[in-house]
């Protein structure tokens, strides 16, 4: 059995997201040129405005850090406004002054997907390694589009969408049809990130928060491999996505 991950469970949404950026924001005052991974999602969006909120003011420097995106749909254009990265730079990075050239977008419209993914993780090795991989978790147990079947030692590949993410991405999409693929960073490689974050609220989470941090281990919950990590996995939720632990 594995060691058990940090816990700290804080009142709400608000609570989670300055706690979530206080992470970042140490990270980059060690060292402003970073390479981080960051999710997309409802989860975050608390968490980008204080990070927007800092960087205007003056007391976090984003200008310099290397974000690493998590997943985007397979074959989608970057220009298509219904891509995670479209609305990753809206939601945050455009906000925030990043420049675009420090953000690294998965290469979903690659010949060579296998070739692709491989140089995706050649650019996180190049950039230091992450030193931070800030991560969302799907009702399904998903962290990034590492979908249920998603073992420990998977690498950034293509990977099928479950009906649930296929479901969930709709609301993203804006009518669009929803791609029923997508590129993701592995299991294997957001854990040999330096530092993990998972962050989770409302009581939507409840359920998925309890298998993936008290279940067994096991790629039906994606999620559950973060407890190999134990000493460097913090999980940050809300109390009432955490009302089912132990
Ligand atoms: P959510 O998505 O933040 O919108 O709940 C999380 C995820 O699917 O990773």
């Not at 804080?10 to 402003?32: F, K």
């Not at 749909?73 to 990265?85: E, K, M, Q």
């Not at 009518?175 to 993701?184: E, H, I, S």
Request: with cysteine; glycine share 8%; net charge negative.
């Amino acid at each position: 059995m594995a060691a058990k991950v940090k816990q700290i469970i804080v009142s709400d949404h608000d609570a989670m997201s300055v706690m979530a950026a206080d992470v970042v924001a140490e990270t980059l005052g060690a060292n402003p040129r970073a390479a981080i991974s960051l999710p997309t999602g409802s989860t975050p969006v608390g968490m980008f405005e204080e990070l927007i909120r800092r960087s205007h003011q003056g007391t976090v420097d984003l200008s310099q850090f290397q974000m690493f995106c998590l997943d985007e749909y397979l074959g989608v254009s970057p220009n298509n406004p219904n891509t995670l990265t479209s609305w990753l730079f809206r939601t945050f990075i455009v906000p925030a002054g990043i420049p675009a050239e420090n953000v690294h977008t998965l290469p979903v419209t690659a010949a060579n997907t296998t070739a692709a993914a491989a140089s995706y993780e050649e650019a996180i090795v190049t950039a230091g390694g992450l030193q931070l991989a800030v991560l969302g978790i799907g009702g399904n147990g998903h962290i990034a589009y590492n979908e249920p079947g998603s073992e420990a030692d998977s690498r950034t590949r293509v990977v099928d969408l479950t009906e649930e993410s296929i479901a969930q991405a709709a609301g993203y999409f804006d009518g669009a049809t929803v791609p029923r693929q997508a590129m993701t960073v592995g299991v294997g490689t957001l854990l040999e990130a330096e530092q993990i974050v998972l962050i989770a609220s409302g009581e939507a989470k409840q359920k998925i928060i309890r298998e993936a941090l008290q279940g067994p281990l096991s790629a039906d919950v994606p999620a559950s491999w973060l407890r190999l990590q134990p000493d460097k996995t913090t999980v940050i939720i809300d109390e009432a996505a955490a009302r089912l632990l132990d």
